[in-house]
């Protein structure tokens, strides 16, 4: 197998086995999480794992933990959350994130944000001594602010780019309906107020950095062709 695709493998098999029975399951977004959605529906299925609770993140969790058996819920069900699994696109020394490559941070900081344990599920490729260093930050904005948002994030230093589709002519669509800017800024200083200054702008619905959300960061290594899992 591809080394990546075992990192991932191997991390979500990881996370899966920290689910326990009787409990509400956050669901993540993302091809690390599809496995770890895999893995806790093979635990349903094999009766190891009972009475689950899955809150997808997005329409693509939704779609897998279907796909794998895993009841879900809404917010409107359930009055907490025991453990949210997710993957990042940036990980820092001191577990700040960037989410958003799959354009569903907004529900993914609602969900990960409200559960008690919120694991992070990453191949090292995503580790960063500086956040905002590897992976340009995802801003999601309401389609008639897109003038006014582009110009106030280049104002804190940003450059940004609309996220355009694959396979579609156009912007990517978020699940909400709203649109995704990508901002670059080689860096950034102070993530918890960059965190708020843009979520201040008018037509911003979020932002992908994640401060102080993380309770665990797992991360998948491969050596020599064989997978490990390691908590940071
Ligand atoms: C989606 C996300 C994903 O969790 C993030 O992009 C990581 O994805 P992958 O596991 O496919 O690398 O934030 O909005």
Same mark, same amino acid.
């Given at each position: 197998?591809? $080394?990546?695709?075992?990192?991932? %493998? ?9 689910? @326990? ?16 959605? %895999? ?16 809150? $997808? ?8 933990? @279907? %796909? =794998? ?23 820092? $020394?001191?577990? *700040? ?7 569903? =941070? ?22 960063? *001594? @500086? ?35 694959? @396979?579609?002519?156009? $912007?990517?669509?978020?699940? %909400?309906? *709203? ?6 800024? /080689?860096?950034?200083? /102070? ?8 979520? *201040? ?32």
């Amino acid at each position: 197998m591809d $080394p990546v695709k075992l990192m991932k %493998q191997e991390v979500g098999r990881a996370a899966a086995a920290q689910v @326990k029975s009787g409990t509400v399951v956050g669901l993540g977004t993302g091809s690390t999480t599809a496995f770890a959605i %895999q893995f806790i529906g093979e635990r349903i299925a094999s009766g190891e794992l009972k009475d689950i609770k899955g809150i $997808p993140t997005s329409f693509q969790a939704s779609v897998l933990a @279907k %796909q =794998h058996g895993i009841p879900l819920a809404t917010l409107d069900d359930v009055d907490h959350i025991d453990i949210a699994i997710d993957g990042a696109d940036e990980v820092d $020394p001191q577990m *700040n994130l960037i989410k958003g490559g799959g354009a569903a =941070h907004t529900r993914e900081k609602v969900i990960d944000g409200l559960a008690e344990r919120f694991i992070v599920v990453v191949d090292s490729s995503k580790l960063s *001594n @500086k956040i905002g260093t590897i992976f340009a930050l995802p801003v999601e904005a309401i389609p008639m602010a897109i003038a006014p948002v582009t110009r106030a994030l280049k104002k804190l230093g940003g450059k940004v780019e609309m996220r355009m589709g694959i @396979k579609k002519d156009g $912007p990517v669509i978020t699940d %909400q309906g *709203n649109m995704v800017l990508d901002v670059t800024f /080689n860096g950034i200083d /102070n993530p918890a107020e960059m965190e708020k200054d843009i979520n *201040n702008i008018p037509g911003v619905l979020d932002n992908g950095l994640f401060i102080g959300l993380a309770t665990e960061v797992l991360i998948g290594e491969v050596t020599d062709g064989e997978a490990t899992v390691r908590s940071m």
